[in-house]
């Protein structure tokens, strides 16, 4: 931690110490519906892949919310339209045949990298995701977010801040929204060199999450999420982790991507919780 952590130690130990918000109390592995799509293979060519959507109960929805739509890396396509654009056009059809919420009485989060090339053949392709997020913000309650390192939200220009923001939709840098009484903060992006686009210096990074674990969130979004708690939740950055006060510190409900774990919730011993929504979506409903 750096001396700008150091200095605001008391306030930052009580956000890692709160252990409210969200929790997941139960994860059915088994995907309530899945969606073919087409995704870049490595080495060239494309190979036709299954998004999984999932449910997990969790404890703190607020009554008035039916439940909460999270996922990230949706980096492929179905004929020629984004993956995540797709998705969120044909939820309702599949959440009417399979017993789960209409959209519009759920939150949707997401958390970065939801561009793919055209023809769904280009691995770490990068683009305007804009149309993904109208069609979640089109149809979900509301939206809130952040940039994954292949996301652009506009004509690109080097170094001009990302921007998206509907009456109903925000994505996240450094903030924390409230919706439907349960806040959320987020932090875009991936720890790296700032001359490559959809990265920031680590210091960047500290800085950001410390302002959003400063506001105490009950939930925290990030595109690059820390290490989980077993081997079977690898390929996180340990950096973060250390900022979020893992494994030690119960607080916030983490939900990032980047890296896929085939076991989406990674729970600590000290209570703490990693959701990992790497190419998938989790439809969390209350308990």
């Known amino acids: 931690m750096n001396t700008k952590n150091r200095k605001r130690g008391s306030k930052w130990e009580r956000a890692k110490d709160r252990g409210e918000g969200l929790t997941v109390e139960r994860f059915v592995r088994a995907p309530v519906f899945q969606l073919r799509y087409k995704n870049a293979k490595s080495g060239g060519g494309s190979v036709s892949v299954m998004l999984p959507v999932q449910i997990a109960y969790a404890r703190g929805i607020p009554k008035d919310l039916a ?10 396509v179905i ?46 392709a990068t683009g305007d995701v804009r149309p993904v ?13 952040v940039q994954g390192n292949h996301d652009r939200f506009e004509e690109h220009r080097s170094g001009k801040p990302a921007h998206y923001q509907r009456e109903n939709a925000n994505l996240l840098d450094g903030e924390v929204i409230e919706r439907d009484g349960i806040r959320v903060g987020g932090v875009g992006k991936i720890m790296g060199k700032p001359s490559k686009e959809g990265r920031r210096t680590p210091l960047s990074f500290e800085e950001s999450l410390l302002e959003v674990m400063l506001e105490e969130p009950d939930i925290v979004v990030l595109h690059q999420g820390p290490p989980g708690a077993s081997n079977r939740h690898r390929g996180g950055e340990p950096m973060v982790g250390e900022m979020l006060g893992l494994p ?40």
């Open 67 to 76: 439940g909460i739509l999270v996922t990230s890396d949706l980096q492929g």
């Open 79 to 124: 004929g020629q339209t984004l993956l995540g654009q797709a998705f969120a056009g044909a939820f309702d059809e599949h959440a009417k045949k399979h017993g789960l919420p209409k959209s519009e009485d759920l939150g949707a989060i997401l958390a970065g990298d939801f561009y793919s090339a055209p023809t769904g053949d280009v691995r770490g």
């Open 133 to 145: 997020w109208d069609a979640f913000a089109d149809r979900f309650r509301w939206v809130l977010g």
């Open 248 to 287: 030690s510190h119960p607080g916030s409900l983490v939900i990032c991507g980047h890296r896929h774990w085939d076991h989406a919730l990674s729970e600590f011993k000290s209570g703490a919780q990693v959701l990992n929504v790497d190419a998938r979506a989790v439809v969390l409903l209350p308990s």
